[in-house]
Nanobody
């Protein structure tokens, strides 16, 4: 089992920056690919970014160039740095763990409870 706890969400103005974190406990964190997803009100959950166990990131087109995913295996933590935020980035952000990096949410085995990010215009 892997337990994931997100933190760092909040309210920010459009154009601003915010960083969210996901702390993992349980099985060996370093062996998992980690992903960030988000769900906006009235919309389906969507892929945001993912990072391999070795640190290679992949991004959704909608956030490419604005968001940056990273991980610190010594701290069992994955981060999502969000810059140039837009009102359409408003959502609950979830981190998840999978055996391999993937854009498909149904391939992730473990999920956090989510953290709210709100971007005001």
């Amino acid at each position: 089992q892997v337990q994931l706890v997100e933190s760092g969400g909040g309210l920010v103005q459009a154009g601003g920056s915010l960083s969210v974190s996901c702390a993992a406990s349980g099985r060996t964190f370093s062996g998992y690919a980690m992903g960030w997803f988000r769900r906006a009100p009235g919309k389906d959950r969507e892929f945001v970014a993912a990072i391999t166990s070795s640190g290679r990131g992949v991004y959704a087109d909608s956030v490419k160039g604005r968001f940056f995913i990273s991980r610190d295996n010594a701290k069992n933590t994955v981060y999502l740095q969000m810059d140039s935020l837009k009102p359409e980035d408003t959502a609950v952000y979830y981190c998840a763990a999978a055996s391999r990096v993937t854009l498909r949410d149904d391939w992730y085995d473990y999920w956090g409870q989510g953290t709210q990010v709100t971007v005001s215009s």
